[in-house]
């Protein structure tokens, strides 16, 4: 096989220099990469955590000339992330589309078959971390701990207001835990985007919500509201004082992803440029941080090792969803 080679490469060297022209090798030739504009689709409203994510990463890119094209925000939430799914399902240019993703990455397609989207032929670009949940009150309630907002949301019934992002989203699953797990009944009210639904409880518009660190940061900075249990195998460290809800005797983690995924029909040469753009920018001291700051974890996935997260967090998401009722 190396004698072949070696005849191939040298025949097409002499009819290079008989014709007149240099033939190029596969080594030398220019590596893929944008052409125009990137189109980066946000699948949440303004102001969240996957839309604040998504621009401070495109300033990361922008700043360190990453790219010779930037990367344009487009916010798409309608459906519970269902407009995203099919816009970038059926992109125009394939290489020119990329989708940041939530947990409804997984479960919208399930709650509505009808869109045809199997998002496990999207494109595994890289996962960039898993956010965490926490469970918010209004400091001006008096509420300290988790005891106390037991007690006051089963005085209240369903007139307890849990503002969360969109229907059957992850905070409607977190909604249905708590309300199960303290026999509460507490009425979900979904808005579009976590950052409309932080301003809620900062404005006594609700009693409570699961919003990412992230979406809260400012109200809790600025001593409006305060988080009282994680959703986290252990405490935070920018929320020390929140007991995570398996020390409260109720073992139940739940983490958001944060990963980029590209269009279905992503050629295999663009596939890889996003691949180590965005292992470049998750090493970049400004993404790591940017995870320190907003309490997110977890390392980088890409590829086959990202495609096999997505079909497990697939799985567990199809359980919730059932447990739920929410599908068959």
Not at 2 to 16: E, H, Y
């Amino acid at each position: 096989m190396r004698n072949f080679g070696t005849k191939v490469l040298s025949l097409g060297l002499a009819l290079g220099v008989g014709l007149g022209f240099t033939v190029a090798t596969t080594d030398s030739a220019k590596a893929w990469e944008p052409k125009k504009p990137v189109e980066f689709i946000v699948m949440a409203g303004k102001g969240g955590g996957a839309d604040k994510a998504v621009r401070f990463i495109q300033t990361i890119i922008a700043k360190n000339k990453m790219s010779s094209k930037p990367f344009t925000p487009v916010n798409k939430p309608g459906g519970s992330g269902a407009e995203a799914l099919v816009h970038v399902k059926n992109a125009k240019d394939p290489d020119h589309t990329l989708m940041f993703t939530l947990n409804s990455f997984y479960t919208t397609p399930m709650l509505q078959p009808g869109l045809g989207v199997n998002t496990m032929r999207f494109a595994p670009i890289g996962r960039m971390a898993e956010d965490t949940f926490l469970l918010w009150v209004n400091k001006d309630s008096g509420i300290t701990n988790v005891k106390q907002f037991v007690a006051a949301a089963k005085k209240a019934g369903n007139k307890w207001i849990m503002a969360g992002t969109g229907k059957n989203s992850e905070d409607n699953i977190l909604t249905d835990f708590l309300n199960k797990a303290y026999g509460l009944n507490m009425k979900y009210v979904p808005y579009k985007g976590g950052g409309r639904v932080a301003k809620e409880l900062a404005g006594n518009n609700a009693n409570s919500t699961v919003n990412n660190p992230s979406e809260q940061l400012g109200f809790y900075q600025a001593g409006k509201t305060i988080p009282i249990g994680a959703f986290t195998p252990k405490r935070l460290p920018l929320f020390p004082n929140a007991p995570t809800f398996k020390e409260l005797g109720k073992d139940f983690v739940y983490f958001m992803q944060r990963t980029v995924a590209g269009a279905p029909d992503m050629s295999s040469d663009a596939k890889a440029y996003y691949q180590g753009l965005f292992k470049k920018v998750f090493n970049s001291s400004e993404w790591q941080g940017y995870m320190k700051k907003k309490s997110l974890q977890g390392g980088f996935l890409s590829g086959v090792a990202l495609t096999s997260y997505w079909m497990r967090e697939n799985a567990v998401q199809k359980a919730i969803l059932k447990e739920m009722g929410a599908i068959k």
